[in-house]
């Protein structure tokens, strides 16, 4: 490998160790998180398919908990279905394919985004997982000062207690996961957040996917969804934006493909310069992350991965926007390729600290 390397590798203490001495196998990966991140996540959706592919995805075999917050939980629920191919395939054309009048109301990307979410679920009504397969879909719900209304002082509220300490945030918004397949991680409430469960089933399983990609004064919020607490719930990343949960209580390693080269661990703190990056935090310790490289990213569309702000970029050129996005998920297919080779054959010597 050289140079124009598509991606690159970090890993927490006791990965990096373990890919020294043992190598990698995918009866070691116990866990794969996917990040809340918008448009980015399309980036990684050609490795979601070597990855899970039943019939000769690396992971094929493996018991696995996956967890995901906003476009991350469109993705693994996908990636948990009994076809994932198919669903990730809907999930990649209809996120390529929204287009919004100039100025959208929350209620049109609301609209919008439960198309998504149907997208995810195809004919079905609910997520039915295959077989070792454990499913998270990470939620944040409305308390205190952000209950009834979510307006931007609200928000701007809670922005301002996140400032002053992450968990300050907890007093206005709650973790609510809906899980299906038997989860079992976390195995309890690991900070002020809470960590309450609730079962998909066919009464909510589109509301809790559309939950976790709600975008605060972009998106109309979902409220009450059957079978968990009353009152509304939004995106999931911004409690868990890039999920920096307690991973150190599972028992192997956890695979994390991720868009960025750190971990984040709520979405409001991405804007705080001491708090934009975990570092070695002990919770990352068995944590392997595969990201796009910067010389890939000087290969893509804007230099860039797809983003949110491409929305404002190219306006009304829809067209131009779904071309770019496209052209970014083929070079993808090249970073994907990449993944699995080093994957299959590792090479300690490309790990960096994470």
Aim: hydrophobic fraction near 40%.
């Amino acid at each position: 490998m050289n140079g124009n390397r598509s991606f690159a590798v970090h890993a927490g203490a006791r990965a990096a160790a373990h890919l020294r001495a043992d190598g990698l196998a995918p009866s070691d990966v116990r866990c794969v998180p996917a990040a809340a991140g918008g448009p980015k996540g399309l980036a990684l959706i050609p490795l979601d398919r070597r990855l899970f592919d039943p019939a000769h995805g690396w992971l094929r075999e493996a018991a696995l908990e996956l967890v995901g917050a906003s476009i991350g939980a469109w993705r693994m629920a996908a990636a948990a279905m009994p076809e994932p191919l198919a669903a990730l395939d809907r999930l990649a054309s209809a996120y390529v394919g929204q287009a919004y009048s100039r100025q959208p109301t929350p209620r049109e990307v609301a609209e919008q985004c439960r198309r998504l979410a149907r997208a995810v679920l195809g004919d079905a009504h609910r997520i039915d997982t295959r077989p070792g397969r454990a499913l998270s879909v990470v939620t944040a719900r409305a308390r205190g000062s952000l209950e009834g209304g979510g307006t931007r002082t609200a928000f701007a509220r809670a922005a301002l207690a996140n400032t002053l300490s992450r968990s300050r945030l907890a007093a206005h918004l709650q973790r609510v996961v809906f899980t299906a397949g038997g989860c079992r991680f976390p195995a309890s409430s690991f900070d002020r957040f809470g960590f309450d469960r609730v079962t998909l089933d066919a009464r909510n399983s589109e509301d809790a996917l559309l939950a976790s990609g709600s975008i605060p004064l972009l998106c109309e919020p979902v409220r009450n969804p059957s079978g968990a607490p009353r009152g509304e719930y939004w995106d999931g990343g911004l409690i868990d934006y890039h999920l920096l949960l307690p991973y150190a209580q599972l028992p192997g390693l956890v695979l994390y493909p991720h868009f960025a080269p750190h971990v984040t661990a709520g979405w409001l703190d991405k804007f705080l310069p001491w708090r934009r990056h975990a570092g070695p935090h002990p919770w990352l310790d068995n944590v392997l992350v595969v990201s796009p490289s910067p010389a890939m990213l000087a290969r893509l569309p804007n230099r860039k991965l797809p983003d949110r702000n491409d929305f404002y970029r190219y306006g009304p050129d829809h067209a131009g926007r779904q071309r770019d996005w496209r052209r970014a998920m083929a070079e993808s297919e090249r970073f994907a390729d990449e993944v699995m080779r080093w994957l299959e054959r590792p090479d300690p010597s490309l790990v960096r600290p994470l």
